[in-house]
């Protein structure tokens, strides 16, 4: 059995208030809010308050992203032994924002995900095709050459005891989320390359009114929330719908 997981990515949001007053409110309502893992991945300025905060409670902490490189000469970069110093658990690698916006390639993708799996993070490795890519009907190879530039490089193992997130980029901050058939047609694909116990979380559009029908499916194992992440009771809600379902 898989354990459910539900992370939050804050993307580039908050401050030290904010971010005070939404743990408050998370940490608050978490006693009802089931069984799933629950995690939020933050702004790097933001990790050692999250990890003051956080320590000792049930809610994991991580990195929207972390360098390819171990250290040296890399202006602006952070390293994942940094962020495991932070006590961090997890680091996104690979959000479509991170391939669209900052043109990491899948090898350097591969990369990221290897530094972050050396230093004893868990990577959460993001896929997704974009809608024309999807139009096209070329969801699966591009969702099939993302996960395999990671698995020829880490091998089947390494990407088992990490997460995958499937992202579809249409779906990310435009209130058009998957359909759980369609996020689960994905998940069901993506499993195929990987080991049977490897969590696939769905994230794209995530709301308190949508979640639980899509982590029904059999193969969605929770979900990566942006937006509704930033509101703790839509993240509760979200979190109550990953832990009644399944
Ligand atoms: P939204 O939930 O805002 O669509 O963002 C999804 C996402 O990109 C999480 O990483």
Not at 178 to 206: D, E
Request: glycine share 12%.
């Amino acid at each position: 059995m898989r354990r459910r997981l539900v992370a939050g990515n804050w993307k580039m949001h908050g401050s030290r208030a904010s971010i005070q007053a939404l743990l408050g409110s998370i940490l608050a309502g978490l006693g009802d809010a089931g069984g799933a893992e629950c995690a939020v991945c933050v702004p790097y300025p933001y990790l050692q308050l999250v990890a003051e905060r956080l320590k000792g409670t049930r809610i994991a902490w991580g990195a929207q992203n972390v360098s390819e490189h171990a250290q040296g000469a890399y202006t602006g970069e952070v390293s994942a032994a940094m962020l495991a110093e932070l006590g961090c658990k997890y680091a996104l690698v690979g959000h479509s924002e991170r391939r669209q916006l900052y043109g990491e390639t899948d090898a350097q993708v591969a990369a990221k995900f290897a530094a972050a799996h050396g230093a004893g993070l868990t990577p959460i490795l993001c896929v997704g095709e974009t809608l024309a890519e999807r139009d096209a009907g070329r969801t699966d190879e591009v969702v099939a050459r993302q996960l395999d530039a990671v698995l020829a490089k880490c091998g089947k193992e390494a990407v088992a005891k990490s997460v995958v997130a499937y992202e579809p980029v249409w779906a990310i901050g435009t209130g058009r989320t998957a359909s759980p058939g369609q996020a689960q047609a994905v998940h069901a694909f993506a499993r195929k390359r990987l080991a049977p116990a490897t969590r696939i979380l769905y994230g794209g559009s995530v709301k308190p009114d949508n979640a639980a029908a899509i982590f029904a499916m059999a193969d969605v194992d929770g979900g990566l929330i942006g937006g509704a992440s930033l509101a703790a009771e839509d993240f509760l809600a979200i979190l109550r719908g990953a832990g009644s379902a399944g």
